[in-house]
Structure formats: C-alpha cells, structure tokens
C-alpha cells in the first residue's frame, strides 16, 4: 500500500540513476503516475478502481 502523497519507484527501474521508469503516488481522490526522468511534467491520474485494469493491460498488451 502506498503511503498518501508519497511517490514509490518501482521496483523495476534499472540501473544507473534509477530513473528509467515511473513513480506513482496515492492520492485522496486517485492514483497519480508520473516519469520518474521528468517529476516535473505531467501526470496521469486514475481512479483507484481504475488502476489495477490499466496495470494489467500494460502486462498484456503487445507494445505498439
């Protein structure tokens, strides 16, 4: 579980800075995800009920 308003980096980053990879962060009212290259940019927002189906979509859909 996340802890409210703190990003976590996943696990998966990579080597070097680590920063090859998103962070995410719960919310009050939704689950944010941001470029762990760029934490200045944008984010993303869903839902939490929401979240989980766009995870699993990401694990199963064919890139492009």
Do not use: N
């Not at 995410?24 to 189906?53: G, N």
């Amino acid at each position: 579980m996340l802890t409210p308003g703190a990003w976590k980096k996943s696990s998966f980053s990579g080597g070097g800075q680590g920063d090859a990879c998103v962070e995410v962060a719960h919310r009050r009212v939704h689950i944010a995800i941001r470029d762990s290259k760029d934490p200045a940019r944008a984010t993303l927002t869903f839902p939490p009920r929401a979240f989980t189906p766009f995870i699993e979509a990401l694990k199963t859909e064919p890139p492009g």
